[in-house]
């Protein structure tokens, strides 16, 4: 942004959690402590500048011995869901990762590249996993520095001279074939493709297996591959994975929480299809997939505008806009499934303050969390939220509030995962069809410039062999381009189950709702509100509205 006043809200100029990890990570690096439930807590620079620290001062940082995170790493939530998912058969996930495609300087180099990985791979601790699995034993074990060989993970493919739908084809048939060389009980997480492009710009393939890496991760692997490449110094980590994830496994929440839970997931089932999944046959292999985006000119107002008016968050948002398509879009179809609630399995990046005295905003891993919401924007004339009436301002409260009143998501995983009693109580419980993660707002970088992100898509990250897990997944991510932010959403589904019309018809029913929502905010001053959570008396949604009315005439 061209300027930041000292009193503006992080979240209402577009802010959003990730982003609230890399500003402590830069807050650090510039010498002042403050920790990511402190930016949602105190949401301007003049709030966070009365309570930051300097480094070192007061800090209950918690310190590591050396080889801290060297050994056994205790089974996270997560992982337990993926081991669940595949019903403990390692194989089916040998190929399960993430990749990102960069532009590259022409003189690459692939010892020198080999280098950068060695460094980089030597001061990350869980890019050194091995998933030591028989019988029913699931155990990653993270090796020492210098137990795995960069040299033989980067592979060099001679692309000189080929015109772009050529290229686009090798960097596809090299991603697939680096896919296939990652294997996690063999120890091989990680792959580099280097697609030399002789005196021209090349490509850089960086192939993560996922049980090492997530969104928030490739914001420190990527930047410290660069560091490393051109022979800068990496940052220390403060809190290892593992003595994390040691930590965090001895925290399973109590029976109170456990109530909170089964009251969310309890309800009616919501059939998308005419069927439900079948882990045999509805399989990665065989997903589709389409992409829709939004326009800069309603993205910027959606993710600022309106988060600002109802001093909410982008999650607030973009999930109000599919509490109201969803039930539309079940009427329209005559799908099964009465009410307007909408059961979601809601991804989240993990890296709350969970764990007393540790500073994630360094470490690589695999930190998600999975946990189910249930929300209902209430009965709604779809004309009226297409035009913005005031039915999609109470829409946004009501999801807001549902959104605060669930506990930790991380406490979810920890119960149905690691209890065996909770995870009995849960598992009988109606599984959401439908899964979201907003994966935040990204920078592209100096477009077309070195380092930046190549515009080929790489292909899916999933093994072909695993169970796809959700009828429908959506995965939204902003890109800030030169013209503005512009919010993306790929949705994936299994092919027997749902067809691309019905898909795309969901798709842009959710996008009409969020135009509603930009529409209801800029059409007069009386748009947005306070909801409970935000205020320290006691008053319904009623009340506080009564209030804001009477203020607003005066």
Do not use: C
Request: no cysteine; proline share 7%; hydrophobic share 45%.
């Amino acid at each position: 942004m061209e300027r930041v006043g000292v009193d503006d809200g992080f979240f209402d100029l577009g802010g959003d959690s990730i982003i609230a990890i890399q500003l402590v990570s830069r807050a650090r690096r510039s010498g002042l402590v403050i920790s990511p439930r402190e930016v949602f807590q105190h949401q301007t620079v003049a709030e966070l500048a009365a309570i930051a620290q300097p480094v070192g001062e007061g800090e209950q940082l918690e310190r590591e011995a050396p080889g801290a995170g060297i050994g056994p790493v205790p089974v996270t939530p997560i992982v337990a869901w993926l081991r669940d998912r595949v019903g403990g058969d390692a194989s089916r996930i040998a190929g399960f990762h993430q990749s990102m495609l960069l532009r590259t300087p022409p003189a690459l180099g692939v010892e020198r590249l080999a280098d950068a990985l060695r460094t980089v791979l030597d001061h990350h601790d869980m890019l050194r996993l091995r998933l030591d699995v028989g019988d029913d034993r699931w155990q990653p074990v993270v090796r020492p520095a210098g137990a795995v060989d960069a040299a033989d993970l980067v592979t060099r493919v001679d692309v000189a001279g080929l015109d772009a739908d050529k290229l686009a084809s090798v960097i596809t048939e090299q991603a697939t074939a680096a896919r296939d060389r990652l294997d996690p009980r063999a120890g091989t997480v990680a792959q580099l493709v280097w697609f030399d492009a002789g005196a021209e710009q090349g490509r850089l393939l960086v192939v993560l297996h996922h049980l090492v890496v997530d969104g928030v991760s490739w914001r420190i692997v990527l930047p410290d591959l660069v560091t490393a490449w051109a022979g800068g110094d990496l940052e220390p980590v403060p809190t290892s994975f593992r003595r994390w994830a040691q930590r965090l496994t001895t925290a399973v929440p109590g029976e109170d929480v456990l109530e909170d839970w089964l009251d969310i997931a309890d309800g009616r089932p919501q059939p998308l299809a005419d069927r439900a999944l079948d882990p045999g046959t509805d399989l990665a292999e065989r997903a589709r997939s389409v992409t829709v985006t939004l326009p800069a000119d309603v993205t910027g107002p959606l993710l600022a505008d309106v988060p600002a008016a109802f001093h909410g968050r982008a999650n607030d948002v973009l999930l109000t806009g599919l509490a109201l398509a969803v039930p539309q879009w079940r009427r329209r179809r005559g799908a099964g499934g009465r009410g307007t609630d909408v059961l979601i399995d809601l991804e989240g990046h993990g890296r709350e303050d969970t764990v007393p005295g540790a500073d994630l905003s360094r470490t690589v891993g695999w930190f998600t969390t999975i946990h189910p919401v249930r929300l209902d924007a209430g009965g709604a004339d779809w004309t009226e939220v297409r035009d913005g009436g005031p039915v999609v301002g109470t829409a946004v409260k009501k999801v807001k509030e549902q959104l605060r009143a669930t506990p930790e998501g991380i406490g979810y995983g920890l119960l149905r995962h690691l209890d065996e009693d909770a995870a009995q109580e849960l598992a009988g419980l109606p599984a959401a069809q439908i899964a979201f993660n907003y994966l935040g707002r990204v920078a592209p970088g100096d477009e077309g410039g070195d380092w930046s992100i190549a515009p080929e898509e790489p292909p899916p990250g999933e093994d072909p062999r695993m169970p796809v897990a959700h009828v429908l997944e959506i995965n939204a991510i902003t890109r800030d381009l030169p013209g503005g932010p512009e919010l993306s959403a790929t949705w994936t589904w299994p092919g027997g189950l749902l067809d691309e019309d019905a898909v795309r018809e969901l798709a842009e029913g959710w996008f009409t709702a969020l135009r509603g929502l930009v529409a209801h905010v800029a059409a007069d001053g009386s748009g947005g509100g306070f909801t409970p959570s935000d205020l320290l008396v006691d008053l319904d949604q009623s009340e506080i509205d009564k209030l804001q009315s009477a203020w607003r005439a005066k």
